[in-house]
């Protein structure tokens, strides 16, 4: 059994921010989990979910988020803990059942774990998902630390009991990501089961007075943070600055205050409930400091409320100097760090900080810098196959046709991985939807060609309802579903179509082109490694009107790394390599870009990288001379 | 502009492409992976970036060198509407099969045949029927291959693509017969750096078509599917002037449509074109007015006479005189070409000015 499963507490454990959650989780009798993965919190499902081969818990990869929370929220009705996690973006897909679910409130502690992804590491936005727990009226807590992010979690699921709603626990990369010696407490015994009690339904009417009830809810929450050991100050009584932190941000004040020694002259308040905001105890403090700063990601949530306290307070608190987004000292967007923190207080404090003293003990710690590298499909992606034959197909044709695109690793077609054919990026599902609308657009004199890309996961999460919408209004839309048999981007994790579940079991897969033809979209099935035969057969799918549907199939690269490799050993014949001249100019490391293929400044010809060329061979059909052979692997 | 400048594919794309001039010959294609052939058009796949290159010296539209045989030096005063010849006379194939599936007399498909049974090269560059997608190239190196090929398409086929194909596979001996454009490619090839000479060594004889204009076939299939004509086409043709149509054969049987409705898909960069009868070729063929069944037939290199002498000598051909009226007919329908390109020409570049 993992160290983690370990069903007594009291020993020390190196934890991922992400495994504490679910440590937390554990620990708090959790029955149910589910969640869409998405980085940064792909971790606590999958640590749950093997978990749950071990501890009689369940855990499920959804379809989707909202679906996630849904099934959830069933065992909560039905009196069990249950537990859901997504990244921000997730939080958007589920608002619509959130909204209401905080009406009509919960029976079992009920937590939705949000990771958020300030500075967009992984995302395509770097939304600050707190703002739901303002507009859902529900209490919204903040670990700073794995082993806060293990503490809280139990918490949570108690003040969901306490108050009968949901409880929302934000992390963010930083937090999901770090690892750090977290002590485990003790797996309680499972008993009970699942019943939902028909005298107690779950709905939002009357509407005004489940409205009313939450606020009630929300104010108990209140009166329960206002005690709680989460929200703490350290400093001087009277400190010459307050500075009010949540988050991964605490972490860095703490260091900026020692580093530039301002600890007799700056106070921290912690903020681990940021909604609602422990009221008293901020009128206790606010009162005893003239400045104040905001450290927090990544909108001005805290900073605003507090502002908006402090003008409630009035004289009794006083007027204030307030630092942060507002006043231009914490930039509107991006991740904050130690060094920036550090800045501030230098400034307010007119102390230099030497920014070169914390760079060099960076510096430090990486002896050689990291080369820079752009993003890329890896060697044998299918999806660069896919890519090169729809740059093919939309050349040929020359009406400047483009990619609508969607949410996963082909996400990078817009950039020269993908031979920049992808032209819009937006939420998950969204480019199908978009094409079913240009598909509309004909009668408007719109007569640029529009591809769509899904993968298999983004295909069952959000695309099926917007290619029903096609076929409904008979858009004319080419939908081409890159099905990699995985979730890669996140992770390889299990999707409906895969044949598996979150917990191992093998299931009957969901096949995408049965799902397709239901519909009575015209389906074709290819191979993306086949280039050209897949280009012929875009071109042709796109002289076609109405609904269209090219499943273009091959497993993903890792995953066939995985299961039993690929078939060529690649290897540059020298002499036919053109290289720099007229002919080719590069073309194998200049346009097709495999990483597998590198470029022999010396000898200026084509190389194969050994190391990571994993011998898909599609590259040979690109050499416009031949010169990159392929030959079967020695089977010993 | 002067060799060793500005021989870029950016440079090719600027003055041609971007323009719509584009007669789709295909002498770019081939030679790299930048450019490709497809469905009727020539398209830029990728921007190689390149200071050097061989596309923009090929190309008959990028007007980027005056070229001039060296045979003409010296004859400026004289007309040379029909380009630089020796002989011209009218023939036809005596296989009369070829006169239903060739164009008119069938000599270009007759020679070809000799040509490849006779050894005097090993395969021919032509222009295959096209069908769901346009014509295209294609290296014939039987006589079978050959006959499947016959008949005028009326479109641009990019079958130079497939000589540079059949180069770079290390072909030689190779016969090609192509529109006026294309004859004008492969001189302009001939005369290329780095490596022209050499490529245009492999090519055994140039077999030029008299060309007025060609149509851009996508837009020609979209207009004769519209009308019905959903099969594949057998045979393309329009009859001598005063009949303005435009014949279509297929397995259904045959359809009309007035030329002018036609004449819209011609290509843009056809207009441009000054040349009716293929001078750059070594012979050029073409209808013969007035006279069914016939060709008329322009020898304009000591190749190419060698050629046709040896295809009178087999018999596989027969000889014809084209009468005076007939000579004149054809220089005055070549120079109006030529005034009309020359004008064309000077109207785009003011109107880019």
Known sequence: ?636 | MAIGEERYQSELITRVIEKGICVNCGACVGLCPYFAYFDGRVAVMDRCGAGTGRCLQVCPRAAYTQIMREEAKGLEGRDLSLGFYSQVLTARAKDKYLHEEAQYGGVVTALVCLGLEKGLFKGAVLTDRGGELSPGGALAVTPFAVKSCAGSRYSASGSLSILNKAIKDENDGIAVVGLPCQMEALERMQRSVPDGGDRASKVAIRIGLFCTWALDYRKLRDFLYKNGVKGIVRKYDIPPPPAEKFVVLTEEGQKEFPLGEIRVFVQKGCYLCRDMTAEWADISVGTMEGTAGWNTVLVRTERGKDFLDDAFKEGILEKGNLPDENLKHLIVASRNKRERGKKAESDMLRDSE
């Open chain 1, 1 to 636: 059994m993992k160290e983690i499963f370990e069903r007594s507490g009291g020993s020390e454990l190196l934890l991922q921010g992400n495994e504490a959650i679910a440590r937390g989780a554990l620990e708090s009798g959790v029955r149910f989990c589910a969640g869409y993965p998405g980085n940064p919190s792909s971790e606590i499902i999958e640590t749950l979910a093997e978990a749950a081969k071990e501890i009689p818990v369940y855990a499920e990869w959804s379809i989707n988020e909202k679906v996630a929370l849904e099934a959830a929220a069933a065992a909560s009705f039905a009196g069990l803990r249950a537990i859901v996690s997504m990244k921000q973006n997730g939080v958007n897909v589920v608002s619509d059942f959130l909204t209401n679910l905080s009406l009509s409130g919960t029976g079992g502690g009920l937590v939705l774990v949000t990771c958020d992804d300030p500075g967009g590491i992984s995302s395509t936005n770097e939304e600050d998902a707190r703002l739901f727990a303002k507009l859902a009226d529900v209490p919204l807590l903040e670990p700073s630390t794995p082993q806060e992010a293990l503490e809280m979690t139990k918490w949570a699921f108690e003040l969901s009991e306490q108050i009968k709603n949901i409880v929302i626990l934000r992390s963010v990369s930083r937090l999901s990501h770090t690892r750090a010696n977290t002590l485990i407490g003790d797996l309680p015994d499972y008993g009970g089961g699942a019943f939902f009690d028909t005298k107690s339904p779950f709905h939002t009417f009357p509407v005004l007075t489940k409205h009313l009830e939450r606020h009630k809810k929300l104010d108990s929450a209140m009166i329960l943070s206002e005690r709680s050991a989460f929200n703490r100050y350290d400093g001087p009584d009277w400190p010459e600055l307050l500075v009010i932190a949540s988050g991964s941000c605490w972490n860095y004040v703490t260091e900026a205050v020692e580093l530039l020694d301002l600890s007799s002259k700056v106070g921290v308040l912690k903020l681990g409930m940021t909604w609602p905001l422990p009221c008293n105890l901020l009128r206790k403090h606010l009162a005893r400091a003239g400045r104040i700063l905001f450290a927090e990601e990544l909108d001005a949530f805290v900073e605003e409320s507090v502002k908006a306290l402090t003008a409630d307070l009035g004289s009794e608190v006083g007027i204030k100097n307030f630092y942060g987004r507002g006043s231009g000292h914490i930039p509107i967007c991006g991740e904050l760090s130690p060094g920036l923190i550090l800045g501030v207080l230098g400034d307010l404090f007119s102390k230099v900080w030497k920014a070169e003293i914390f760079r060099e003990k960076i510096r430090t710690f990486i002896p050689q810098p990291v080369p820079p590298r752009e993003f890329g499909f890896c060697a044998g992606c299918p999806h660069r196959g896919s890519f090169y034959a729809i740059k093919a197909a939309l050349a040929w044709d020359g009406r400047n046709g483009f990619v609508s695109g969607d949410i996963g690793c082909y996400s990078m077609g817009i950039w020269p991985t993908g031979f920049n054919q992808v032209k819009s990026v937006h939420a998950m599902g969204s480019g199908v939807g978009l094409a079913s609308g240009y598909g509309k657009l004909g009668q408007f004199g719109f007569d640029q060609p529009v591809i769509t890309v899904c993968g298999d996961s983004t295909f069952f999460h959000a695309a099926i309802p917007a290619l029903i919408n096609a076929r409904f209004n008979d858009s004319d839309i080419l939908l081409l579903i890159l099905d990699n048999s995985a979730t890669a981007m996140t992770g390889f994790q299990p999707h409906p179509g895969t044949g598996s579940n979150a917990m191992g079991h093998k299931v009957e897969p969901v096949d995408i082109e049965s799902v397709c033809r239901s519909l009575g979209v015209y389906v074709e099935v290819g191979d993306p490694y086949d280039l050209n035969v897949t280009a012929c057969a875009i071109y042709r799918l796109m002289g076609m009107a109405g609904p269209r549907v090219l499943i273009l199939r091959r497993k993903c690269a890792l995953v066939q790394g995985r299961q039993g490799g690929f078939p060529y050993t690649m290897m540059v014949a020298r002499e036919k390599c053109l290289g720099e001249e007229c002919g080719c100019g590069r073309y194998c490391t200049k346009i097709f870009r495999c990483p597998g293929l590198i470029w022999d400044a010396a000898e200026k010809k084509a190389l194969i990288d050994e190391v990571i060329c994993v011998g898909c061979g599609i590259c040979s059909e690109a050499c416009p001379r031949g010169a990159i052979v392929r030959m079967e692997k020695r089977k010993d």
